[in-house]
């Protein structure tokens, strides 16, 4: 692609674009014709695979009868079939649904909803939100300020005043109190409490938290105990648990929230990369019985709102891909296929010294590489080791995403995510593992 005559905005104005002309399946196929094997669903977005007929075919019929209904003023039956649709395979609990384009509108919702639910029940002081570092939750203002991604906040630094704290993350591997698991007590629960006392518990709204981390440390899954504390903690101090499940949900990691894998339920939940499948932009914010009474035993209106809120198309594409998913048994992949994928992976981590760390489930998986297993020091970042995985995997056919430097809390740290679509077969799995194989063996000879 020649940049210079191109009328977009890049995302990177130094990088060298390849473009994608069809996707099929598991592949996506550039200009040249050259396939990919998707191993990322581009970003944990695709699911039931590219270029599925039945829903472009439906998308074509559908866009003649309705394309957008404005959702202040009146609701469509698409998205009451899919609010209904997502709600019979959600936690129990979730009683109501509010649909967006994105992640980032999700979880800004999810804050605006838990603010207005204690105003409903007549808490006006409880304004403050709770968030991990090595989080992300979305890249509009609010959304960035919640998360714990400082790399991504320094440029917006003068506008990163959202009232937040963040406690340390449930990062086994890097432990940020030093300690060994089940030693340590769950340490790293506690510190919500801690932050809680800190702050004044009268004055914080909710606690947001991935239930697997996504691409800041890709594929961290916290101990069985770690959410058991977080939602005691949360109930003792009457603060709402907000679960971003932007990536981890809708099935992607076995169930179709992650959160439901710790028994335990939360009182908000955001989907989204999964529920359209990429064909549109859509996502939700699920709320709890508890949080739909306050508002509809309260005033009644939840002071919020986007243009494209419940859009008939979105949610018509959204309703055929979850029929598609139920109807193709997609849902029951994810857990059996990412055992396979997780036992590849650590297969891999036996033949080379540079993985440090496999984590993950379902369909979510992190690799982390390091210059030392023993101490586990990054390698270097002017190696940019990250970037030369990913390039030299997709040179040999296989998309795997990078990770956001800074596994090593900034300090340096690569890593990468894989996160397939679930049409995605063991064939496939080992050409993703192969792949790396090759990749790790040149570039280790280099080092």
Request: aromatic residues 10%; proline residues 6%; charged residues 20%.
């Amino acid at each position: 692609m020649d940049k210079a005559s191109s009328g977009v905005f890049y995302r990177n104005f130094k990088k060298q674009y390849t473009v994608i002309t069809r996707g099929q399946g598991m592949y996506l196929y550039d200009s040249t014709g050259r396939r990919y094997l998707d191993a990322v669903g581009g970003a944990g977005v695709v699911v039931i695979g590219h270029g599925v007929p039945e829903i472009t075919a439906a998308m074509a019929e559908h866009a003649a009868e309705l394309c957008f209904v404005y959702s202040a003023t009146f609701s469509n039956q698409w998205q009451e079939e899919l609010a209904n649709s997502l709600l019979s395979i959600a936690p129990k609990n979730m009683k109501g649904i509010w649909f967006v384009s994105g992640g980032s509108e999700a979880n800004e919702t999810a804050v605006k909803m838990a603010r207005q639910y204690h105003l409903e029940r007549g808490n006006p002081s409880r304004y403050k939100m709770i968030s991990r570092w090595q989080s992300y939750h979305g890249m509009t203002l609010a959304a960035l300020a919640l998360s714990g991604r400082p790399s991504w906040q320094r440029p917006f630094a003068p506008y990163m005043h959202f009232p937040v704290t963040r406690i340390v993350p449930p990062y086994c591997y890097r432990c940020p109190f030093r300690l060994t698991y089940p030693a340590c007590g769950v340490a790293c629960a506690d510190d919500l409490e801690r932050a809680i006392l800190q702050e004044g518990p009268e004055t914080v709204s909710a606690f947001i938290a991935e239930p697997i981390i996504g691409t800041t440390v890709t594929g961290v899954v916290p101990v069985p105990e770690y959410y058991v504390k977080v939602r005691e903690i949360c109930d003792r101090y009457d603060i709402l648990f907000i679960v971003d499940e932007v990536l981890t949900g809708y099935g992607r990691t076995g169930t179709p929230s992650a959160i439901e894998q710790w028994g335990v339920e939360a009182d908000i939940i955001t989907w989204s990369k999964a529920i359209a499948s990429g064909y549109s932009p859509l996502a939700a914010t699920l709320a709890s019985k508890k949080v739909m009474d306050a508002f509809r035993e309260g005033s009644g209106q939840f002071v919020h709102g986007f243009t494209y809120s419940g859009n008939p198309m979105s949610c018509f594409i959204g309703l055929q891909v979850f029929r598609y998913l139920q109807q193709h048994d997609l849902f029951d992949r994810p857990a059996p296929l990412g055992a396979y994928l997780g036992e590849q992976l650590h297969g891999l981590a036996s033949r080379h010294a540079l993985i440090g760390d496999v984590r993950g489930r379902g369909l979510l998986w992190g690799v982390e590489f390091v210059k030392d297993r023993v101490t586990k020091e990054p390698v270097p970042s002017d190696r940019a080791l990250t970037d030369r995985i990913v390039a030299l995997a997709q040179e040999k056919g296989v998309m795997v995403l990078p990770g956001v430097r800074g596994a090593n809390y900034g300090q340096g740290g690569d890593h990468i995510q894989i996160s397939p679509p679930y049409i995605i077969e063991r064939g496939q799995i080992d050409q993703v593992v192969d792949v790396l194989d090759n990749v790790l063996t040149e570039i280790e000879a280099d080092l």
